[in-house]
């Protein structure tokens, strides 16, 4: 007799752990089964992969679906449907909402509102802050809860922990790994007077200076050494901190975003104005070498779109009154994959940083890798199909991106989720049905 899946992918190129192998994946309940099925297995469903690559079910760690907040912007129903039709399967979304996720009631009102609302799986960050440290042990082990996030520089709410004695005080309490925003807030405020308003929108690269992120990553080092509570340094912005941070592994992990791989000073500023401006800023050539240079010798530990959508007349205001932060959680594969194409990192690498890299880091448990009695959790690729990224592709209703016009080869055309097909061909399949990821305690 036969055996027989509730789903079967067949035909396709598989991203193993091991390295890519052409395979079949059978699927039941929810969970890879088996690896290389037999030719006699039936299935459900069967999806044809012949002549595209199958990866294990990409996750950005690094998204701001602004919900609660103000839904004309982002919400988590449009912030995870732009992720689904993106190629993602999971998504990390940040506290800094309004109101921001800081206690039990707002964590609880999330856990339940994502769970009817989000179109892929999704983990929750709890913000620190200088009153919470006493509960932020219990908070970062509930459910579907990734890390504790600090901001120890500033950026859009106002959740901020700048001070040595508060962020040590709150690496004390707990024992899971914290997730920082790494600028010296004082720095920041230092050197604010130096510019005006109506300056050109490069000069947010200069005032949040490479010092500002370097001081500000040295500091948090320090602490961590001392209280040995490990970090995950987000969107490492400068070349100073990706060689610092080599000395630092048995406590440090870190996170590069897309844009600083893809975008540089001062051509991004001529250009997209306020629509490339973001913290930490897009940089030179010198630190977007450094970060290739990262992903090529291992530093970097998992990959981000810090998807943080604003208004698109806001973004028009001169500097600084145009908020920082950019859209991304949408074109976050495309724009790695055509990186692929021209050759800046393997496939391979791709998956180990937006899948397995995610998973170490955050402790995921279930996701991870595309192995037995794992979720069923894939993004199909089409390495050779080409398109253009256009604003009007983007579903976050905020409507813009910044690589808009940029051409792209290498495409996600499949996204399924826990065995269930949730986006083919850039349609967007069934209903709303993510869940909250696990996490090793
Ligand atoms: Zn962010």
Known sequence: ???????????GTCVLPWGMEQTSVGVRNGRIVDLGVDATATADEVVNASGLHVLPGLIDPHVHLRDPGDASIESIPTGTKGA???????VFDMPNTRPAITDATQLA?????????????MGLYVGGTKTNIPELAALELGRGVCAIKVFAGSSTGDLMV??????ELLMRSGRRRIAYHSEDEYRLQERKHLFKVGDPYARHAEWRDEEAAFLGTRRLMALARKTKRAAHILHVSTAEELDYLKD???????????????????????????FGVMNPPIRGQRHYDAAWAAVRNGMVDTIGSDHAPHPYAAKLKPWPECPAGLTGVQTLVPVMLDHVNAGRLSLMRMVDLMCAGPARVYGVVGKGRMAAGYDADFTLVDMGKKGRIENSWIVSPCGWTPFDGMQITGWPVGTIIR????????????????RLVNFAG
């Open 162 to 167: 700048e001070d040595d004695e508060h962020l």
């Open 1 to 11: 007799m036969s055996t027989h899946y509730d789903l079967l992918i067949t035909g």
């Open 84 to 90: 689904v039709l993106g190629g993602l399967t999971a």
């Open 419 to 434: 065995g269930q097909a949730v986006m083919r061909d850039g349609e967007v399949l069934g209903s709303p049905s993510g």
């Open 109 to 121: 009102w999330k856990q339940g509102y994502a769970e009817q609302a989000a179109w892929c799986d």
């Open 248 to 274: 630092y592994r048995d406590i440090a992990t870190a996170e590069v975003l897309v844009n600083h791989l893809t975008q540089m000073a001062p051509d991004v500023y001529d250009r997209l104005k306020g």
